[in-house]
């Protein structure tokens, strides 16, 4: 689904705006979410999925560090911040006295434009060694007769035979993966769903945290509700970004390694997880980022932290009179109280007012939030340690879409669980 690399084109990066393309161009085509990605390789198991969940930790760290070596062979930078431990000791003690959890690991950082030549050398590399690719032609469904695989269909009708498949279709084809493995009788246990917003701020707030860890990781159990919030996917020097699900369009970060604007951004996520009866948690953020799509003419909305707590709009001149300039041109000034449920903004707001005492300045009336921000981690799928279906032979799922990961390290880590796991078998 989607075009090849260099056919990958956001209408929004040269003007702001997203004009709903039928298929996203940040998220779909070779290279998958990952390649407009802010290209963080987070070294650690214990952020970005779910891998642990499978193979023991050694294994894990093992493959991660295989993985993190093929990026460096591709053309990744060899910096790798995280790893100065006197100074990340001190960032913990002052995260917790203020009730903050701060995971600490080690980040290569290739920004997106190092992640993308990464996805030339490595589409070179897999041409040289003779795959063939197929763009613009949706998998449609999973062929499976007695338990077995038997191949895909594509969009068009045509027939792919296999004796293996792998399905791994990113957040993008996450509902499309639910609706295949319920048609085949798989379990997928309901996962969870992250709300939240994305924060700008000046750079200079964050830097005693980012020049150290580039990505402080910051977890918060709020005081009304006890809902954990956490500060996810930092941005520092980044820009704000779009992207779209379904026709639905939110909001994500990115950086560049050359070049940096002055502002940081991160995303403020409340995790939530719903019980039976209801199972629908990608529904339900869906129509909450639909909702700030409405009342914004199917843009994000922008306000600033100061006008949400006074209860009023922000205008075009609200938002040019703030300090921290928007590095999203496209977000229609708006009231985020019209969109967000009690609970949510509740969340949102004694968050960054905690988050303030260890990062003096978060809290200001200039603070940008831009929403909706989502992540859909829901389907999870019923898989052995090798990442093959317990239920029907041949068939593997990996990455983003299968609950397995949250990031490009345990993607691409799930991808070589399976690539190893199918070479053995094709061995004999
Ligand atoms: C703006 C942005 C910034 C990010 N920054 C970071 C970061 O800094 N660090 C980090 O670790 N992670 C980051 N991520 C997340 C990371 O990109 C994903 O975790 C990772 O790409 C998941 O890999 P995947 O292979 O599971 O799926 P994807 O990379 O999403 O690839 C799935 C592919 O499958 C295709 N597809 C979907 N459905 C079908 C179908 N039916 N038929 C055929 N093809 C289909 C899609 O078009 C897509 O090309 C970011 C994501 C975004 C959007």
Same mark, same amino acid.
């Given at each position: 689904?989607?075009?090849?690399?260099?056919?990958?084109?956001? /209408?929004?990066?040269?003007?702001?705006?997203? !004009?709903?393309?039928?298929?996203?161009?940040?998220?779909?085509?070779?290279?998958?979410?990952?390649?407009?990605?802010?290209?963080?390789?987070?070294?650690?198991?214990?952020?970005?999925?779910?891998?642990?969940?499978?193979?023991?930790?050694?294994?894990? =760290?093992?493959?991660?560090?295989?993985?993190?070596?093929?990026?460096?062979? #591709?053309?990744?930078?060899?910096?790798?911040?995280?790893?100065?431990?006197?100074?990340?000791?001190?960032?913990?003690?002052?995260?917790?006295?203020?009730?903050?959890?701060?995971?600490? @690991?080690?980040?290569? &950082?290739?920004?997106?434009?190092?992640?993308?030549?990464?996805?030339?050398?490595?589409?070179?590399?897999?041409?040289?060694?003779?795959?063939?690719? =197929?763009?613009?032609? /949706?998998?449609?469904?999973?062929?499976?007769?007695?338990?077995?695989?038997?191949?895909?269909?594509?969009?068009?009708?045509?027939?792919? /035979?296999?004796?293996?498949?792998?399905?791994?279709?990113?957040? *993008?084809?996450?509902?499309?993966?639910?609706?295949?493995?319920?048609?085949?009788?798989?379990?997928?246990?309901?996962?969870? !769903?992250?709300?939240?917003?994305?924060?700008?701020?000046?750079?200079?707030?964050?830097?005693? @945290?980012?020049?150290?860890?580039?990505?402080?990781?910051? *977890?918060?159990?709020?005081?009304?509700?006890?809902?954990?919030?956490? !500060?996810?996917?930092?941005? /520092?020097?980044?820009?704000?970004?779009?992207?779209?699900?379904?026709?639905?369009?939110? *909001?994500?970060?990115?950086?560049?390694?050359?070049?940096?604007?002055?502002?940081?951004?991160?995303?403020?996520?409340?995790?939530?997880? @719903?019980?039976?009866?209801?199972?629908?948690?990608?529904?339900?953020?869906?129509?909450?980022?639909?909702?700030?799509?409405?009342?914004?003419?199917?843009?994000?909305?922008?306000?600033?932290?100061?006008? #949400?707590?006074?209860? =009023?709009?922000?205008?075009?001149?609200?938002?040019?009179?703030?300090?921290?300039?928007?590095?999203?041109?496209?977000?229609?000034?708006?009231? #985020?109280?019209?969109?967000?449920?009690?609970?949510?903004?509740?969340?949102?707001?004694?968050?960054?007012?905690?988050?303030?005492?260890?990062?003096?300045?978060?809290?200001?009336? &200039?603070?940008?939030?831009?929403?909706?921000?989502?992540?859909? &981690?829901?389907?999870?799928?019923?898989?052995?340690?090798?990442?093959?279906?317990?239920?029907?032979?041949?068939?593997?799922?990996?990455?983003?879409?299968?609950?397995?990961?949250?990031?490009?390290?345990?993607?691409?880590?799930?991808?070589?669980?399976?690539?190893?796991? !199918?070479?053995?078998?094709?061995?004999?």
């Amino acid at each position: 689904m989607g075009p090849d690399l260099a056919g990958r084109r956001c /209408p929004a990066q040269s003007t702001g705006k997203c !004009v709903l393309c039928p298929t996203c161009a940040v998220v779909s085509g070779f290279g998958g979410a990952g390649a407009f990605s802010d290209g963080k390789l987070n070294l650690t198991e214990r952020v970005g999925g779910e891998l642990a969940d499978y193979l023991d930790g050694g294994q894990v =760290r093992e493959l991660i560090s295989y993985v993190d070596s093929v990026y460096l062979e #591709l053309g990744a930078p060899d910096r790798v911040y995280g790893t100065d431990d006197k100074a990340i000791a001190e960032l913990k003690r002052k995260a917790y006295r203020q009730g903050f959890l701060l995971i600490p @690991f080690r980040i290569r &950082h290739m920004g997106s434009d190092g992640g993308y030549r990464v996805l030339q050398n490595f589409r070179r590399l897999l041409e040289e060694l003779g795959v063939e690719f =197929r763009f613009g032609t /949706p998998v449609e469904r999973v062929e499976v007769e007695d338990g077995r695989v038997r191949g895909v269909s594509l969009a068009g009708g045509e027939f792919l /035979p296999s004796r293996y498949v792998v399905v791994a279709p990113g957040r *993008v084809g996450a509902n499309w993966l639910v609706s295949e493995a319920r048609r085949l009788g798989m379990r997928v246990e309901s996962g969870r !769903v992250d709300i939240g917003v994305r924060v700008e701020v000046l750079a200079e707030v964050m830097r005693e @945290f980012t020049d150290i860890l580039y990505e402080p990781k910051l *977890v918060y159990y709020t005081k009304t509700f006890d809902d954990k919030v956490r !500060v996810f996917c930092v941005n /520092p020097g980044g820009f704000v970004v779009t992207e779209s699900y379904w026709g639905i369009v939110t *909001v994500n970060g990115a950086a560049r390694e050359d070049s940096k604007t002055d502002n940081t951004n991160f995303a403020l996520l409340v995790s939530v997880k @719903f019980t039976e009866p209801y199972k629908d948690s990608i529904s339900y953020a869906l129509d909450i980022a639909k909702l700030a799509n409405n009342i914004a003419d199917n843009q994000p909305i922008i306000q600033r932290l100061g006008d #949400l707590l006074r209860g =009023r709009r922000s205008t075009p001149a609200r938002i040019s009179r703030s300090v921290v300039e928007p590095t999203l041109g496209g977000a229609v000034p708006g009231d #985020l109280s019209f969109v967000y449920p009690y609970r949510y903004l509740m969340d949102i707001l004694e968050t960054l007012q905690a988050l303030n005492n260890v990062m003096p300045g978060i809290y200001s009336d &200039h603070t940008l939030l831009y929403g909706v921000e989502i992540k859909l &981690h829901t389907a999870k799928l019923d898989l052995k340690r090798n990442l093959e279906s317990k239920t029907i032979q041949g068939l593997y799922a990996g990455g983003d879409a299968a609950g397995v990961s949250r990031g490009l390290i345990q993607a691409s880590a799930s991808g070589v669980v399976i690539g190893r796991d !199918v070479a053995r078998r094709l061995a004999g």
